[in-house]
C-alpha cells in the first residue's frame, strides 16, 4: 500500500531524526501569569512580549512617545511643541483564536499628550497651525494595533514546540503521523502546518500530560495531512485537541503579541481655507517688477498664498498708472487676492493745457500725474498748475502745465481824457494790448486787443489844444422915454442887428413895444441889446438885474450904475440908469450887469473894469457903453460915458477842444425806426437814443461839449378802446390809442372815425359797434376773468397767491356793467416747525427759540393726544406721552399691574370695579387715568397666570380657540406686552399681559 511505504519511510527517517526544541528561559508558565510592565522606548514604533501565554496571564504596555512615534506628524503636517503624557494597555489571554493572537480584555488608561500643535506650511508665511480635536489626545483608546504572532517558522511535520519541560518529552519523531508526549511533560505546541494565521483554529494549544502509563509515551495524531476517508486536513489532531485523554490537559493559549499605540493616533486637523493676501510691495511704485519664485518665507509678493508670476498691465492709462499685476493663490479653498504694484509714472498735462478759457480750468487738467492747486501767473495771463509723476522722487517726473486767460479788451484811463499830443503808455488799456493811436478832426483813437482770443475794443480820447483868449463881441443901444414909463437908460450907439460871422448872439433886453407916449414927446424904438460871444469852449452868461439884490451862484458883479442927482425935479431929472417916474414919484434905482463864466473845466478867468470912458483897456473887451448923447437938463445938454469891459484869459495850461460834438444826418429827418450808427453824429460821441410817442432823442458828445438832438418818429395811428364799446350815441372818449382823431361819422349801423399817423404816420379807420338790439346787464362769471353775460373789460390778470383778481363784465346796448372779483388761493403755510421726536409730558415748546426753525411762534390749544402750537402760518405737533401704555382699556391676562408706560410717571393705586382695575399715572401735570378689563367669559385673549416663557406670537399661542387673526402689537418698552385678537363676528379683543417686570404684578 502507498501508505504503509510512506510510514515505513517515515518510521525509518524518525528512528534517524530525534527533535529537541529549546525552551525559552523560564519553562511551563502557569495559568495567570503577570508580566513585569513592558515599556516601549521613545521612538519605537511598537512593544512586544515574545513568549506564549496560557488563558489568565496578563500583560502591561507602557509608552511615553516623542514626535517622531506618530504617523500623523509626517507629510504635510509639521508637529510642534509636545508636551507627551504616559498611556498603558493592560491585557489578558483568553486564547479565543479568533481574536489577536489569542488576546483580549484590553484596559487603557492615561493619554498620549496634554498639548500638541498641528501645523502646516511650516516655515512659510502660510504657517497655520489649526486646533485639534479636544479629545484627540485620548486617541490610545481608538487607535491601537494589538497582534500575536507565531516564531513558529518550520519543525518537523510543521510543530514547534515551546517550554518543554524537559529533554525529549515531546517529540515529532515517531516514525508516523504521530507526536509523542511523556508522562508529566508539558508544551506550548504551534502546529504551524496548520497554517500561518494566529487566528487558525486548534494552531495553538498548552499541553499537559499528567498520567496513564508513566513508562510509556503518549501518541497524539499529527494529521491526516490531507483529505481522505471522507476526513478533513489535521482532523485527527483537531479531535485530540479539543477532546484529549483524562490524564492530558490541552488549554488555549496566546501567541507572542506585538502591540503599538501612541503611533499616528490622532486625526490630522484639516486644513483651514487661507485667503491670499498681497505682500508690502502692493500698491508702492517700482522701478522694476517684483522678483518671481521668492521664498516662501518672504511677505514682498504675498503676506498669504502663493504668488503668482509677475505680468505687466499697461491697460490702466491714462486713467490709472499702469501695473505689475500677480495674484496671492488662497490655500486649501481660501479665495485668490489680486495684487498689484505701480510702475513709475510720470506727470503729463491734460488737454486743458495750453487752452484758452474766460474761467479757471478744472477737469483735464491732467492726463497723467497727481495735479496741484491752480494758480494765476498775472505776467503772462495764465493758469498754472503741475501734474506730479508718482511716486517722484528719482522714479518719475512732474509737467508743469497752463492755461492762457481769455481777456477781453478793455480801454483804459486814457479813454475820454483830453490830450493835446497822441496818448501812450499803460492808460490806454486797462486789459488787453494797445494798437497804435490815431487821430481824425476831434479824437486820439486806439484799439486794445483782448488777450488769448479775447475780444477787441474800441477806444478815443479827445483832443485838445492850448486854450486862447475868447473873443466877445458886444453892444448895447438904449432907448428912453420919461415922465411916469420906465426909462432904458443906456448907451448911445449903433444898434447890431446880427453878430458877426463866427460869433453868437445871446439875447438880453428886447422892447418890443414901439410906441410910447410921454407928453408932447412920442419916442418910437425897438432896439436890442446883445451879446456876442466868440465860439471857445468858455461861455459868459449875462443877466440884466434892474433891481438891489446880490448877483446868482458862479455869476460877477460888474458893478452899480447909479444917480448922483439929487434935483427931484422930474423934468430936470439925469434919467441915466433905469428909474420909476410913477406920478412925480421919482426914485433912483441901481442898475448892474451880473457875468458869469461858464467854465466846467476851471480853463478861463474872467475879469471886468468899469472906465467911465468910451473905451476899454488894451486887451479888455467892450461889454457896455454906457453913452448918453441927448440929454436936456436944466436946458444944459449932458453928456457921459460909462463903459463896462469884459477880458476872459486862458489859465496857464489850460486845454480846450479842438472841436465839439454835433448832430448827424439823422438830425430832423422823420423816421420810422430808430436812427442809429454814424447818421447820429457828425462828431463826438452818440448817447442812447430814448423816444417819446413822437420824436428820437439823442445827444453828441465831444471834449464835454454836448449838441442835443432829435428826429421825428414816424408813428401808424392806433385806434383806442372806443373800438370795443357799444354805444347808442357817438364815442367821445378814447378814439385813438396813438395818433389824432378825426370827427365821428355815423355810419347807420356802427360809428366811424380815423387815427391819422404822427410826423407822416399811416392812417387808421376805426369804427365801434352800435347796439343791436335792447340792453342787456353785465355779469360776472364764476372762473377769474370771465363774464356770463357782456363784454371783459379791466381785468387786472392777478394770479398769485393771497391777491384777487378784479375785472369787469361792461353791459351791451346799454346795459349795466358788472364789477367782478374772485379772490386767488390763499398762499401756502409759511414756518418751519422745530422737529421734536417721541412722546413727551409735557410741551417743549413754549417761544419761537424752543418751538420754530423758521417763523414766529403762538400757542395753540392741545389735543387729548398732541401738544400743539404755530410757526409763522404752519401748525406743528408733539405726541403727548401715554403714561398708562398699550394695556390700557385691553383685556388684562395676568394681574393688576402696579406700574405706569412712562419710567417717569408717578403710579397712584385705583379702586377697581368688578369689570376693570383701575389706577393712574400722572407726570408733570399730565395725568392719565388708567384701566384694563378684568377677564370675562367670552374674550379670545389667551390667559397668561403669569408671565409667559414663551412670546404669544402666534394665534395659537396668543388667542383662545375660535379667533380668526392675531396681530402682534409688540412691548410698551416699560413691561407690558400686547396683542390682539379677531371673533368670528369680526370684533377685536384687545389683550395685554406682563413681560416679567416685577412691578406689573
Same mark, same amino acid.
Given at each position: 500500500?502507498?501508505?504503509?511505504?510512506?510510514?515505513?519511510?517515515?518510521?525509518?527517517?524518525?528512528?534517524?531524526?530525534?527533535?529537541?526544541?529549546?525552551?525559552?528561559?523560564?519553562?511551563?508558565?502557569?495559568?495567570?501569569?503577570?508580566?513585569?510592565?513592558?515599556?516601549?522606548?521613545?521612538?519605537?514604533?511598537?512593544?512586544?512580549?515574545?513568549?506564549?501565554?496560557?488563558?489568565?496571564?496578563?500583560?502591561?504596555?507602557?509608552?511615553?512617545?516623542?514626535?517622531?512615534?506618530?504617523?500623523?506628524?509626517?507629510?504635510?503636517?509639521?508637529?510642534?511643541?509636545?508636551?507627551?503624557?504616559?498611556?498603558?494597555?493592560?491585557?489578558?489571554?483568553?486564547?479565543?483564536?479568533?481574536?489577536?493572537?489569542?488576546?483580549?480584555?484590553?484596559?487603557?488608561?492615561?493619554?498620549?499628550?496634554?498639548?500638541?500643535?498641528?501645523?502646516?506650511?511650516?516655515?512659510?508665511?502660510?504657517?497655520?497651525?489649526?486646533?485639534?480635536?479636544?479629545?484627540?489626545?485620548?486617541?490610545?483608546?481608538?487607535?491601537?494595533?494589538?497582534?500575536?504572532?507565531?516564531?513558529?517558522?518550520?519543525?518537523?511535520?510543521?510543530?514547534?514546540?515551546?517550554?518543554?519541560?524537559?529533554?525529549?518529552?515531546?517529540?515529532?519523531?515517531?516514525?508516523?503521523?504521530?507526536?509523542?508526549?511523556?508522562?508529566?511533560?508539558?508544551?506550548?505546541?504551534?502546529?504551524?502546518?496548520?497554517?500561518?494565521?494566529?487566528?487558525?483554529?486548534?494552531?495553538?494549544?498548552?499541553?499537559?500530560?499528567?498520567?496513564?502509563?508513566?513508562?510509556?509515551?503518549?501518541?497524539?495524531?499529527?494529521?491526516?495531512?490531507?483529505?481522505?476517508?471522507?476526513?478533513?486536513?489535521?482532523?485527527?489532531?483537531?479531535?485530540?485537541?479539543?477532546?484529549?485523554?483524562?490524564?492530558?490537559?490541552?488549554?488555549?493559549?496566546?501567541?507572542?503579541?506585538?502591540?503599538?499605540?501612541?503611533?499616528?493616533?490622532?486625526?490630522?486637523?484639516?486644513?483651514?481655507?487661507?485667503?491670499?493676501?498681497?505682500?508690502?510691495?502692493?500698491?508702492?511704485?517700482?522701478?522694476?517688477?517684483?522678483?518671481?519664485?521668492?521664498?516662501?518665507?518672504?511677505?514682498?509678493?504675498?503676506?498669504?498664498?502663493?504668488?503668482?508670476?509677475?505680468?505687466?498691465?499697461?491697460?490702466?492709462?491714462?486713467?490709472?498708472?499702469?501695473?505689475?499685476?500677480?495674484?496671492?493663490?488662497?490655500?486649501?479653498?481660501?479665495?485668490?487676492?489680486?495684487?498689484?504694484?505701480?510702475?513709475?509714472?510720470?506727470?503729463?498735462?491734460?488737454?486743458?493745457?495750453?487752452?484758452?478759457?474766460?474761467?479757471?480750468?478744472?477737469?483735464?487738467?491732467?492726463?497723467?500725474?497727481?495735479?496741484?492747486?491752480?494758480?494765476?501767473?498775472?505776467?503772462?495771463?495764465?493758469?498754472?498748475?503741475?501734474?506730479?509723476?508718482?511716486?517722484?522722487?528719482?522714479?518719475?517726473?512732474?509737467?508743469?502745465?497752463?492755461?492762457?486767460?481769455?481777456?477781453?479788451?478793455?480801454?483804459?484811463?486814457?479813454?475820454?481824457?483830453?490830450?493835446?499830443?497822441?496818448?501812450?503808455?499803460?492808460?490806454?488799456?486797462?486789459?488787453?494790448?494797445?494798437?497804435?493811436?490815431?487821430?481824425?478832426?476831434?479824437?486820439?483813437?486806439?484799439?486794445?486787443?483782448?488777450?488769448?482770443?479775447?475780444?477787441?475794443?474800441?477806444?478815443?480820447?479827445?483832443?485838445?489844444?492850448?486854450?486862447?483868449?475868447?473873443?466877445?463881441?458886444?453892444?448895447?443901444?438904449?432907448?428912453?422915454?420919461?415922465?411916469?414909463?420906465?426909462?432904458?437908460?443906456?448907451?448911445?450907439?449903433?444898434?447890431?442887428?446880427?453878430?458877426?460871422?463866427?460869433?453868437?448872439?445871446?439875447?438880453?433886453?428886447?422892447?418890443?413895444?414901439?410906441?410910447?407916449?410921454?407928453?408932447?414927446?412920442?419916442?418910437?424904438?425897438?432896439?436890442?441889446?446883445?451879446?456876442?460871444?466868440?465860439?471857445?469852449?468858455?461861455?459868459?452868461?449875462?443877466?440884466?438885474?434892474?433891481?438891489?439884490?446880490?448877483?446868482?451862484?458862479?455869476?460877477?458883479?460888474?458893478?452899480?450904475?447909479?444917480?448922483?442927482?439929487?434935483?427931484?425935479?422930474?423934468?430936470?431929472?439925469?434919467?441915466?440908469?433905469?428909474?420909476?417916474?410913477?406920478?412925480?414919484?421919482?426914485?433912483?434905482?441901481?442898475?448892474?450887469?451880473?457875468?458869469?463864466?461858464?467854465?466846467?473845466?476851471?480853463?478861463?478867468?474872467?475879469?471886468?473894469?468899469?472906465?467911465?470912458?468910451?473905451?476899454?483897456?488894451?486887451?479888455?473887451?467892450?461889454?457896455?457903453?454906457?453913452?448918453?448923447?441927448?440929454?436936456?437938463?436944466?436946458?444944459?445938454?449932458?453928456?457921459?460915458?460909462?463903459?463896462?469891459?469884459?477880458?476872459?484869459?486862458?489859465?496857464?495850461?489850460?486845454?480846450?477842444?479842438?472841436?465839439?460834438?454835433?448832430?448827424?444826418?439823422?438830425?430832423?429827418?422823420?423816421?420810422?425806426?430808430?436812427?442809429?450808427?454814424?447818421?447820429?453824429?457828425?462828431? %463826438? @460821441?452818440?448817447?442812447?437814443? =430814448?423816444?417819446?410817442?413822437? *420824436?428820437?432823442?439823442? +445827444?453828441? #458828445? $465831444?471834449? &464835454?461839449? /454836448?449838441?442835443?438832438?432829435?428826429?421825428?418818429?414816424?408813428?401808424?395811428?392806433?385806434?383806442?378802446?372806443?373800438?370795443?364799446?357799444?354805444?347808442?350815441?357817438?364815442?367821445?372818449?378814447?378814439?385813438?390809442?396813438?395818433?389824432?382823431?378825426?370827427?365821428?361819422?355815423?355810419?347807420?349801423?356802427?360809428?366811424?372815425?380815423?387815427?391819422?399817423?404822427?410826423?407822416?404816420?399811416?392812417?387808421?379807420?376805426?369804427?365801434?359797434?352800435?347796439?343791436?338790439?335792447?340792453?342787456?346787464?353785465?355779469?360776472?362769471?364764476?372762473?377769474?376773468?370771465?363774464?356770463?353775460?357782456?363784454?371783459?373789460?379791466?381785468?387786472?390778470?392777478?394770479?398769485?397767491?393771497?391777491?384777487?383778481?378784479?375785472?369787469?363784465?361792461?353791459?351791451?346796448?346799454?346795459?349795466?356793467?358788472?364789477?367782478?372779483?374772485?379772490?386767488?388761493?390763499?398762499?401756502?403755510?409759511? %414756518? @418751519?416747525?422745530?422737529?421734536? =421726536?417721541?412722546?413727551?409730558? *409735557?410741551?417743549?415748546? +413754549?417761544? #419761537? $427759540?424752543? &418751538?420754530? /426753525?423758521?417763523?414766529?411762534?403762538?400757542?395753540?390749544?392741545?389735543?387729548?393726544?398732541?401738544?400743539?402750537?404755530?410757526?409763522?402760518?404752519?401748525?406743528?405737533?408733539?405726541?403727548?406721552?401715554?403714561?398708562?401704555?398699550?394695556?390700557?382699556?385691553?383685556?388684562?391676562?395676568?394681574?393688576?399691574?402696579?406700574?405706569?408706560?412712562?419710567?417717569?410717571?408717578?403710579?397712584?393705586?385705583?379702586?377697581?370695579?368688578?369689570?376693570?382695575?383701575?389706577?393712574?399715572?400722572?407726570?408733570?401735570?399730565?395725568?392719565?387715568?388708567?384701566?384694563?378689563?378684568?377677564?370675562?367669559?367670552?374674550?379670545?385673549?389667551?390667559?397668561?397666570?403669569?408671565?409667559?416663557?414663551?412670546?404669544?406670537?402666534?394665534?395659537?399661542?396668543?388667542?383662545?380657540?375660535?379667533?380668526?387673526?392675531?396681530?402682534?402689537?409688540?412691548?410698551?418698552?416699560?413691561?407690558?406686552? %400686547?396683542?390682539?385678537?379677531?371673533?368670528?363676528?369680526?370684533?377685536?379683543?384687545?389683550?395685554?399681559?406682563?413681560?416679567?417686570?416685577?412691578?406689573?404684578?
Amino acid at each position: 500500500m502507498v501508505r504503509d511505504k510512506f510510514f515505513s519511510i517515515f518510521t525509518l527517517i524518525a528512528i534517524l531524526m530525534v527533535v529537541q526544541i529549546a525552551a525559552p528561559a523560564h519553562a511551563n508558565e502557569a495559568a495567570g501569569h503577570t508580566y513585569p510592565t513592558i515599556t516601549i522606548p521613545a521612538g519605537t514604533a511598537s512593544g512586544s512580549l515574545n513568549e506564549y501565554s496560557r488563558i489568565g496571564a496578563t500583560v502591561t504596555f507602557e509608552k511615553t512617545p516623542n514626535i517622531s512615534d506618530f504617523a500623523s506628524c509626517s507629510g504635510s503636517i509639521t508637529c510642534k511643541n509636545l508636551v507627551p503624557s504616559t498611556a498603558q494597555i493592560s491585557m489578558s489571554c483568553d486564547g479565543d483564536e479568533s481574536l489577536k493572537g489569542g488576546w483580549d480584555s484590553e484596559v487603557l488608561t492615561g493619554d498620549c499628550w496634554s498639548s500638541i500643535d498641528a501645523c502646516y506650511y511650516e516655515g512659510t508665511i502660510n504657517e497655520d497651525c489649526p486646533p485639534l480635536d479636544p479629545d484627540a489626545k485620548k486617541a490610545v483608546n481608538n487607535d491601537y494595533q494589538i497582534s500575536g504572532y507565531s516564531n513558529c517558522s518550520s519543525g518537523d511535520k510543521g510543530m514547534c514546540a515551546y517550554e518543554n519541560t524537559g529533554a525529549k518529552q515531546f517529540s515529532t519523531v515517531t516514525g508516523d503521523h504521530m507526536f509523542k508526549i511523556q508522562d508529566g511533560a508539558s508544551a506550548f505546541l504551534d502546529y504551524r502546518a496548520l497554517g500561518t494565521a494566529t487566528d487558525t483554529p486548534y494552531k495553538l494549544r498548552w499541553v499537559h500530560r499528567n498520567g496513564g502509563d508513566a513508562s510509556r509515551a503518549l501518541m497524539i495524531p499529527s494529521g491526516p495531512f490531507v483529505s481522505t476517508g471522507g476526513l478533513t486536513p489535521y482532523a485527527d489532531y483537531r479531535r485530540f485537541m479539543a477532546n484529549p485523554p483524562s490524564f492530558v490537559t490541552t488549554t488555549k493559549s496566546c501567541f507572542p503579541v506585538e502591540v503599538s499605540f501612541c503611533e499616528g493616533d490622532f486625526a490630522a486637523p484639516p486644513k483651514r481655507p487661507q485667503n491670499g493676501a498681497c505682500g508690502t510691495l502692493a500698491g508702492t511704485y517700482m522701478g522694476s517688477a517684483p522678483a518671481n519664485n521668492l521664498p516662501e518665507t518672504t511677505t514682498q509678493k504675498c503676506l498669504k498664498g502663493m504668488d503668482t508670476p509677475v505680468t505687466t498691465n499697461t491697460s490702466y492709462e491714462p486713467s490709472a498708472p499702469n501695473r505689475y499685476e500677480w495674484q496671492c493663490q488662497g490655500l486649501d479653498g481660501g479665495a485668490d487676492a489680486s495684487c498689484f504694484a505701480y510702475l513709475p509714472w510720470n506727470g503729463q498735462c491734460g488737454s486743458a493745457n495750453g487752452s484758452n478759457s474766460y474761467n479757471q480750468p478744472t477737469s483735464n487738467l491732467c492726463y497723467k500725474g497727481d495735479v496741484t492747486a491752480v494758480s494765476v501767473n498775472n505776467a503772462t495771463h495764465q493758469w498754472e498748475w503741475q501734474c506730479n509723476g508718482r511716486p517722484g522722487a528719482s522714479l518719475s517726473t512732474d509737467a508743469s502745465c497752463s492755461a492762457n486767460i481769455i481777456i477781453d479788451g478793455s480801454c483804459g484811463s486814457a479813454a475820454g481824457a483830453d490830450f493835446t499830443s497822441a496818448p501812450s503808455g499803460p492808460n490806454l488799456c486797462e486789459y488787453g494790448n494797445p494798437t497804435s493811436v490815431t487821430q481824425d478832426t476831434c479824437s486820439w483813437k486806439w484799439t486794445c486787443n483782448g488777450i488769448h482770443g479775447g475780444t477787441n475794443m474800441a477806444c478815443q480820447a479827445n483832443r485838445v489844444q492850448l486854450c486862447t483868449n475868447v473873443g466877445v463881441y458886444a453892444t448895447w443901444r438904449y432907448y428912453g422915454t420919461k415922465n411916469n414909463y420906465t426909462i432904458y437908460s443906456g448907451p448911445g450907439g449903433r444898434m447890431l442887428d446880427n453878430c458877426p460871422s463866427g460869433y453868437t448872439a445871446t439875447e438880453l433886453a428886447d422892447d418890443a413895444d414901439s410906441s410910447h407916449s410921454l407928453g408932447e414927446d412920442n419916442y418910437k424904438g425897438g432896439d436890442r441889446s446883445q451879446l456876442c460871444i466868440g465860439t471857445g469852449n468858455s461861455q459868459v452868461s449875462v443877466t440884466s438885474e434892474w433891481n438891489l439884490g446880490g448877483c446868482s451862484a458862479g455869476m460877477t458883479h460888474t458893478g452899480v450904475f447909479d444917480s448922483n442927482d439929487t434935483n427931484t425935479d422930474a423934468d430936470s431929472k439925469r434919467y441915466r440908469y433905469k428909474h420909476n417916474v410913477n406920478e412925480e414919484d421919482n426914485t433912483a434905482d441901481q442898475v448892474y450887469w451880473c457875468l458869469g463864466l461858464n467854465d466846467p473845466s476851471n480853463r478861463f478867468d474872467l475879469s471886468i473894469s468899469n472906465p467911465y470912458s468910451g473905451y476899454c483897456p488894451s486887451g479888455e473887451t467892450l461889454l457896455v457903453n454906457a453913452h448918453g448923447t441927448e440929454w436936456n437938463v436944466n436946458n444944459e445938454d449932458g453928456s457921459d460915458n460909462r463903459s463896462v469891459c469884459l477880458k476872459i484869459t486862458p489859465k496857464p495850461g489850460a486845454t480846450c477842444p479842438v472841436c465839439a460834438g454835433g448832430c448827424g444826418s439823422a438830425n430832423g429827418i422823420a423816421t420810422s425806426t430808430t436812427p442809429g450808427g454814424g447818421a447820429l453824429c457828425s462828431s %463826438g @460821441t452818440a448817447s442812447a437814443v =430814448s423816444a417819446t410817442s413822437d *420824436t428820437y432823442l439823442w +445827444s453828441c #458828445t $465831444a471834449s &464835454g461839449v /454836448t449838441s442835443n438832438c432829435s428826429a421825428p418818429k414816424v408813428s401808424a395811428g392806433i385806434c383806442g378802446a372806443a373800438t370795443s364799446i357799444e354805444s347808442s350815441t357817438a364815442p367821445t372818449d378814447d378814439l385813438c390809442a396813438l395818433g389824432n382823431d378825426s370827427p365821428v361819422i355815423d355810419d347807420v349801423v356802427e360809428w366811424s372815425w380815423t387815427c391819422a399817423g404822427l410826423n407822416g404816420g399811416a392812417t387808421v379807420s376805426c369804427t365801434a359797434p352800435k347796439p343791436a338790439c335792447g340792453p342787456l346787464d353785465g355779469e360776472c362769471g364764476s372762473n377769474g376773468g370771465t363774464c356770463t353775460a357782456g363784454t371783459i373789460s379791466n381785468d387786472n390778470g392777478a394770479s398769485a397767491c393771497g391777491t384777487t383778481r378784479t375785472w369787469k363784465c361792461l353791459g351791451e346796448n346799454g346795459g349795466s356793467t358788472a364789477n367782478c372779483s374772485k379772490a386767488n388761493a390763499a398762499c401756502a403755510p409759511t %414756518g @418751519t416747525c422745530k422737529t421734536y =421726536s417721541g412722546s413727551h409730558i *409735557t410741551q417743549p415748546a +413754549s417761544n #419761537t $427759540a424752543t &418751538g420754530c /426753525t423758521d417763523g414766529a411762534y403762538s400757542d395753540l390749544s392741545d389735543t387729548s393726544s398732541a401738544f400743539r402750537w404755530r410757526c409763522g402760518t404752519v401748525t406743528c405737533t408733539v405726541v403727548k406721552a401715554n403714561l398708562c401704555g398699550y394695556g390700557n382699556t385691553a383685556y388684562m391676562v395676568g394681574r393688576k399691574p402696579m406700574g405706569c408706560y412712562d419710567s417717569r410717571a408717578t403710579y397712584s393705586n385705583g379702586s377697581d370695579t368688578s369689570t376693570s382695575y383701575k389706577w393712574s399715572c400722572s407726570a408733570g401735570s399730565v395725568v392719565d387715568e388708567c384701566g384694563t378689563k378684568k377677564m370675562v367669559s367670552g374674550h379670545y385673549c389667551k390667559v397668561y397666570t403669569a408671565p409667559p416663557s414663551t412670546t404669544p406670537l402666534t394665534i395659537t399661542t396668543g388667542c383662545a380657540a375660535g379667533a380668526t387673526a392675531f396681530t402682534w402689537k409688540g412691548s410698551n418698552g416699560s413691561g407690558t406686552i %400686547g396683542w390682539e385678537c379677531t371673533r368670528p363676528d369680526g370684533t377685536v379683543d384687545r389683550c395685554a399681559a406682563p413681560n416679567g417686570s416685577a412691578k406689573f404684578w
